[in-house]
């Protein structure tokens, strides 16, 4: 089924002409008609096939319905070629009907490589590129592509950074490339680049979403890819090495990722309704404590903070669970799909075209996802010379958003929140704390039901192309894409009162946004065989490209009731504010490839782009790479060696550069804001007219080959990548730049240093061959790499910052000779049990033994080691406590066919990485009043517990917290990501009803984790996409489970 | 098929055409300046455009200060007030470490004043257009040079050594930057002050509020004033203040003073309403937008719950039983109904008449804070949670006339004009006036007067040790217990130590920086 288009122009057709001229030289005689119907292995009529008499020029092909009359001689045998399906011969021998069914082939599926600016084949790819296997992702319930491609490849490491409905991901191809805001790949899809970026960093610099819902910055990025219908893919390859990505030039550092769309094929229509429903269950609670844990540990506290006894809590064993906060935010979700397809075409016109609709609720409480979108592919053949196109789609995307991944997120909230507290009052309004709490969480069900957070993404966007013959061996291609869009978003807070806590004043503020890009490629290829070996293909191609936004953000409030919030009818004053810009990019660029015999193939590409990103002197970058294969089992002195066949060794070096930072960051810019003078004017940044492109070199070496007759093919690549100059905003300390304040200046933009990633990716693919009644495929990727940072401007040393529960933490930390982003804290020795303990032990932050509550150490205290041996221990006591960075990663996707059944287990993991549990930091804290905490707390210190698990419990300045390997737990898990059984009636069954074919299918996503980490999810990601913060858990929206019932019918 | 061909070479002109073309755009194409900021090196052309300069200056940077910091140190720690909140219950009881999230807002946010106030300082007189006069470009430099300053002082009072940094983009790229000795911030200061004695704009305090709002080369003197008071150098206080009182630019609000404004009164200088009022000598500039940071966020944390309209109101402080027994008599002074919500007060101007509840309780003190809470956006004006319109006092001319007393009785000059400050104070609080004071009741006289402004940490501070830590290790923390008739109190007091008297610098700060834990380097001044 798996085709793609450019083939026509490279691969089949040669070959199969090919075929014809070798076969020519048969004699025959007698003369007799033969006829009959060429299908599919579904019994579905082709046609276009191509009947030749072998060995003649004597051809016909099928019409319509798949009839073909051909007169051939008596003794002759007939070929039947297709494209997309193995080439079948059959000896007439006589008869004068001859039905035939084509096998679809699967190896010409894997033929051609769609490669930057054209394809190849892949016996002659010299470059890094892996091909994701797209019909093992079809129906797969995944909002988004990114979401898709976890595990399918190797060196491409994926995480949701949220469980939360069409959330961002982050990839990472081959490592962390960069520390400034974005290592995502650039997407390339159908020819328009789209950036991973979710807190677009490179153009408005402010998020998709927005994240002011209430203080802190948890996570709220939304994919960028939601747009896409990820069952609109025909297929993906990733771009790995700076062989294949150099083409690229600006954009490739972080690795490119191209997706071509689904086009009609050449044969009768058809129409396609795939539908599936999915309950969404969240896997897994943490254990917090319940009404009477939680009632012995206030009591303890509230003599700890000489606070009067509650009553109600004088016998804890008196009273009964409590609000269980979890299973109030939780709940299964429900996610349903639709989409009809029609496509179909002919020699000269095909089209696809699609719609779809996805809804899908949140685990947790008011989140939510939907998405319309349509699609429109169509091919055309003007005339012989013409070629033209479209593949365009349109998206409405809605997304509930709630705050996660912060300390005051709604998952934290119920963690945290009083198990005293009700969540609805008798009346059914929502309840609150009472009055003598003085420190009020806020009812985490009503700030979610409450809240309204709504963002609307419209997006239209697609490319048109022609494609001129200018002569045998030139064509030229002209394209245009564009990528518009559109976004709405409302965030309404009505009044409100919980208990204690009431808000009398609504506030409502609504963004508006417009984001155009266009892009304009020219492109000559010359391709031309000379003398049958020497192979030569040459681009020259030209592009422009123009990114431009522009937004509004109003706000007002006080409004007369919640039921029409509109801006302008409010009490409150209106505020606005109004953002726009532009960034562009000139490139030119140009690649030769040379194959000789199919068995030596060199490519050597250079692109220059000029980019406003940098200040005059600086524009231009210039991107060379070389690469090389050889096809060692084409050797003639190979033609006797069977055990290994297809072996290619190839190799390549290449530089890509990035340049995803603001605009105008090497100048100087002034912020406007109000003030009671006035308008005025703060200065925004620190300016750096130095700031030049950061480049990446890469080097990659691979090996292919395939065991037992081709059904075992092996891929094996190292590479060494160094990125140099990379870009990031470096704020070296609070005081030069203001730190978190408002009216703080942003750090400069600087070319910081340079990181070195090497690796080994390991992709190995085991297929049964023929069409037995069973098949299986296999597919297991394995990824490993290693960081190393190699300078910062000198030696600099840099910590990953992140606020938790209100204070700034150093979590991470970045010097050269180490792997970016270390978890950074004191080491635990144990816990002060006796006053032997505590003799001659080295004094702790300044604190003295002594048998008090606050400022200072005692028995019950967490006994931090000296680390540097001075006698006590203090902030030079931190050290290295743990790695983020897996030790490998893989994935292992198995698909077994019986006659109609179907089976597939996807299996993916992690080895080796740790991670910050700070979810557990907070609940283990043992210092605050009126806050849950886990059970295990209550096994604190005291002097009638002296082997307790935890320390004591202490006043909010306990050092107890610290950031110390306490928190760090390995991160390694293995999951049964997707089991999916299928069956598949009988055509015979179905074609009664004018059904092709018909598959119902059951599948159950994330399934099962084996992992040792004791939060909701192991696989943690990046925290906003921050490279300095990978791994940390800050309440994260944990991955639901999924349960999926579905039916595909083709008709 | 030939007219087919000719279509193709037709097309493909046009097409080379467009190829062509692009490279000759590029250079337009490439160059994107910021559409929606201007770029700092095509401001200042105008005088328009020099005057606005300094207006960011009195607000968004100090925000995390004043609505985050400035009273947990003032108040809190000074035994002023009290809290059960355990974040904040740190500043009570001199638990504040260097990881202490509250505390480095203090760090971030005063710094952020002088990075702002730099960038000002550094880029006015060269970027300024040459139609600008040079006087305004030095008033401008002069108001930011100012600002500075005072945060220079709030920083010195908290932290002690500091790095002194006259401009960031010096040290943008260098992490490893020696603080410098309290002495030498001092002379930094003074020479700012100096710089807007001399450069600002003279003024005369009148009616027209809103041109009282900027500061003036006699703001910079009575700035100074105080800076000479905690050097101890009571001449040069004595004098200067002197100056400013006798200049006539500013007025008490309220009271019969012969400099006085007798349309005001204490109660009205924190109305919104009277903002940038004549006794108003550095104030910031809140505004009414709502928006986070632009606005003032104090009575968020002063004001019970209710009062404001918003879920703020968090009574997040209680007025100590030590400070509610400090004042004389809180019937005869007006200033306890203008600073303390008492059980049963009735406030007529609050969101247009509010009656204090009888169970006010703010941490256990029984009692209510008054002075910045100012009710709804409605009654104000604007504003919204944590940003309302009303100024925050930083010096205002109450507090410089007792000053004026505090340097004439240490000698500082002529101790009957002092004592007519002084009682100027007292009378307007509608006190009885003391012939003789001592420093002890002036120092009396500023924690009353100064109460919930943020300010007596450094007056118990400046004291010097023996005093301030006999001080605060014996104010009354605690809290009362309702269970008795009449309510007894739990007391509570905290012990401090030497090292509690300055505050640590941020544990990140000092990772990043790690010559904050040596020894001060001198400051080479210019």
Redesign the interface.
Known sequence: MQKINLKNIYGSRYYYTFLLFCLVGQLAFAQTQVKGVVTDENGMALPGVNILEKGTSNGVYTDFDGNYVITVKDNATLVFSYLGFVTQETAVSGRVSINVTLVESLESLDEVVVIGYGSQLKEDLSGSVSTIDTEALNNLPQVSVDQLMQGRASGVSITQNSGQPGSAVSVRIRGVNTISGSAEPLYIIDGVPISGDSNNISTSGRSIADNDLGQGDGATGVSPLAALNPSDIESINILKDASATAIYGSRGANGVVIITTKSGKNKKGTLRYNTYLAIQRPTNFYEVMDLSQYARLQNEMAEIYGLNPQIEFLNPSLLGPGTNWQQEIFDDAVMQSHEVSFSGGNEDVNYFLSAGYLDQDGTVIGSGFDRINVRANVGANITDKIKVGANLTASRTNDKLTLNNATNGIIYLSLLNNPATAVYNPDGSFAGPDLDDDFKFENPIARALSLSNRLERNRFFGNIFAELKLGKNLTYRTEFGGDFGNNVSDRFQPTFSYGEITGGESALSVRRENNDFWILKNILTFQKKFNNKHDVTVMLGQEAQESKWQGVIASDGEFVSNDVPILGTGNAIDNTDQYKGSTALSSYFGRAIYSFDNKYNITASIRADGSSKFAEGNKWGYFPSVSASWRLSNENFMDDFDAIQNIKIYGGYGEVGNQAIPNFAYGARLNTVSTGLGTGFEFANFANEDLKWESSTQTNLGLDFSVFDSRLNATVEVYNKVSKDFLYQLAVTDFITGGNSPGAIAAPWVNLGEMVNKGIDVTLNYKTKGSQDFSWNSSLTFSHYKNEVKELLGDLTIFGEMTMNTSNQNVTITQVGQPIGLFYGYKVEGIFRTLDDINGAPVQFGRPFEDALFSTTWLGDIKFKDINGDGVVNTDDRTVIGNPHPDFTFGFQNSFNYKNFDLSIFMQGSYGNDVFNAVNRSLTAGNQTYTNQLPSVLDYWSVDNPNASNPRLARNDTPNINISDRYIEDGSYLRIQNVTLGYTLPSDATSTFGINRLRVYGMIQNLYTFTKYSGYDPEIGVYNQNALLMGVDNGRYPTPRIFTLGLNVEF | MNN?NNL?KT??IV?LA??LC??SC?DD?????????????E?YETTEQVN??T???????????VTNVSWCIGELSSGNGR?????N??FV??????????L??A???L??????AN?VIN?LPDAAGPSVPQDVVDNAVGEARFIRASAYFYLVRIFGP??I?AD??E?????V?PRNPESDVYEFIKRDLQFAVDNCYEKIRGANYDAN??VSSGSAKAMLAKVYLYEQNYPMAYQLASEVINSGEFKLYGGDAEDGDPTGSYYDLFLTAN?NNPESIFAL??????????GNGVQSLFAP??V????DGWSAIGPSIDLQEAYEDTEQDLRYYATIMAPGAFYPDLNGGYTVSETIDH?GCNVGVKKYVIG???SNG????QSY?N?TYVLRYGELLLIHAEAALNGGGSVAEGINSFNKIRRRAGLDEIANPTLEDVFQERRIELAFEMEFWYDVVRQGPDFALNFLSNTERG?F?D?TSPPTI?S?TFPASM?DLLFPY????????PALLEAPVPYEFE
């Open positions: 087919m193709f097309k493909l097409i467009v190829v692009m490279p590029s194409f490439l160059d994107r300046p910021p559409e929606d900021s201007y770029n700092v090196a401001f606005v300069a207006n960011a200056l009195y607000v968004r940077p100090w925000y995390n200060f809290t059960w909140d355990p974040r219950a740190d009881n001199f638990a504040i470490t260097g990881e202490h999230g509250t480095t807002q760090w971030e946010s710094y952020a004043v002088v990075a702002q960038a880029t500091i790095p940094i960031n983009n040290y943008v790229l260098e992490p930057v709002a900027k903002d500039q809140w505004t009414n937008t709502g928006i986070y940071a632009e719950a209710g404001t309209g918003f879920s941490q709804s956006a409605a604007g504003g919204a949670s319109p100024n809290t217990n269970d739990n509570e090292d941020p544990s990140n700060e000092i990772q990043n920086n």
